[in-house]
């Protein structure tokens, strides 16, 4: 009786026990990669905000003529988490000529 046990109901046990682990190693592999495309998604539309952000504030400030150092600052924060992010280099271009504006405009000065 001890023989049968020790056969069958372990190698049974055992089997079962794996078969058990395999399908959590498979469900936790499943769940990780559910989670890359969540994460990957939230990244896209944070670029996405960040683009249009940059942009509008871009084009608002160089409307203006001017642009204040407390919004360039915001704007190179923002600019350089949008190349964290895998932003491209398209709005570069918009930021460096945000960049050359002065931070007072010319008529705001005394003298």
């Not at 109901?9 to 395999?22: D, M, N, P, R, V």
């Not at 399908?23 to 969540?38: E, I, P, Q, S, W």
């Not at 539309?45 to 915001?74: A, N, T």
Request: include cysteine; charge should be neutral.
């Amino acid at each position: 009786m001890l023989e049968f046990i020790a056969k069958y109901w372990l190698e049974a046990l055992f089997g079962l026990i794996l078969t058990g682990l395999s399908f959590l190693v498979r469900r936790l592999f499943h769940d990780a990669k559910n989670t890359r495309k969540a994460t990957s998604a939230v990244q896209a539309g944070i670029r996405c905000m960040l683009r249009d952000r940059i942009i509008h504030s871009c084009e608002k400030y160089i409307s203006f003529g001017c642009c204040p150092l407390p919004v360039r600052e915001s704007l190179e924060e923002m600019h350089a988490a949008y190349r964290a992010l895998g932003g491209n280099g398209a709005i570069d271009h918009i930021v460096a000529e945000l960049n050359e504006l002065p931070t007072v405009k010319k008529e705001d000065h005394i003298g």
